[in-house]
């Protein structure tokens, strides 16, 4: 049995993606702008993995006062103390340093010493402590596991198409990943561990989608060897842009439940995620393939029949 809303997808369009390139880019332009922008400015809200430091996460029976837990804790000398609500109101999450040269341990027993003064009764579900060393060797890993990655890709598509499309691939990466981290910018999600594993997916879904429109781009050179260039484009993506709204859509379901329902720990993955299926499914659209249009690769010399542009429009 089909599933009866996969009839509302188009199947045949005809749309001109290529006309609309400039504004497009145009507007990529700005936000990559923008985006690099926040970076610099408000930067990225590393987490504890990256910056190092105790978060504890602490639940009572009633509301939690922040106010007078800041005040509480915030006197207690500590470094960096942040104290913030979760989506429950008798939830809270407090997050530090421990002073120079003190013990981590000793210091969470302090700080839990000074909560259960304030709220009786209060439970710590999640202690978590990393030291100065490991945060930097979890930084240096995972930026070089983002690195490994870009390069693999690249070579991949480098390997598999014309250096031309692996040069739109790189713009396309290039484009994904600076508007992802200006999203964090802004938004200032918590930069984790858990962040490096969602851009490293976006970049595998950006690449995925965009190999996609390629291989049938390059079908489609052989076949309709009188076409223009910016045609090729328009009928290649319409050809796949189906199987792009289904892969798209699913992927963008899943999320959406895991966001509403996963919790706090899944919620910072599933919205970069989110965020980053759409910004891939653009970039294949309109900034890998329209990149070829500056810089076209050679029409392949295969013996296929050359058929003129009418042929291939019903």
């Known amino acids: 049995m089909k ?55 602490a639940v009572w029976d009633k509301p939690i006062n922040l106010a007078q837990v800041r005040e509480r804790v915030g006197n207690m000398n500590l470094r960096d103390v942040g104290v913030q609500d979760f989506q429950e109101p008798n939830q809270a999450m407090i997050r530090f340093l421990p002073p ?65 499309m692996g040069f739109g691939s790189i713009v396309a990466l290039a484009h994904d990943i600076i508007l992802t981290l200006g999203f964090m910018s802004i938004t200032q999600l918590d ?20 190999v ?13 060897k009188k076409m223009s260039f910016g045609d090729i484009i328009d009928l290649s993506t319409n050809e796949t842009l189906s199987r792009t709204i289904i892969t798209a859509l699913t992927t963008f379901l899943a999320l959406l439940g895991l ?4 919790g706090e720990t899944m919620q910072v993955f599933t919205v970069i995620m989110l965020f980053g299926v759409f910004i891939g499914t653009y970039s294949s659209i309109y900034v890998a393939a329209p990149v070829l249009i500056l810089w076209p690769p050679k029409r392949g010399a295969e013996k296929a029949a050359a058929r003129t542009e009418a042929d291939a429009r019903p």
């Open 259 to 262: 966001t509403v329902v996963g």
């Open 3 to 57: 599933w009866p809303f996969i009839k509302l997808i188009p199947k045949n369009t005809k749309f001109g993606f290529v006309r609309f390139s400039i504004p497009a880019a145009v507007v990529s332009v700005v936000l990559c702008i923008a985006s690099l922008v926040s970076c610099f400015t408000l930067g990225l809200n590393f987490g504890i993995d990256f910056k190092g430091g105790t978060v504890v996460e």
């Open 100 to 164: 120079e040269g003190a013990d981590a341990s000793a210091t969470v027993d302090s700080v839990k010493a000074e909560l259960r003064a304030i709220m009786p009764g209060v439970k710590f579900p999640r202690v978590e402590v990393v030291g100065p060393k490991v945060s930097e060797e979890l930084g240096t890993n995972g930026a070089l596991a983002l690195g490994i990655a870009i390069i693999l890709v690249v070579l991949y598509i480098w390997s598999r198409f014309e250096l031309q």
């Open 191 to 210: 930069f984790s561990l858990t962040t490096i594993a969602a851009l490293l997916t976006i970049i595998g879904y950006s690449m995925n989608d965009t």
């Open 212 to 224: 996609v429109v390629f291989d049938r781009m390059r079908e489609n050179m052989r076949k309709y």
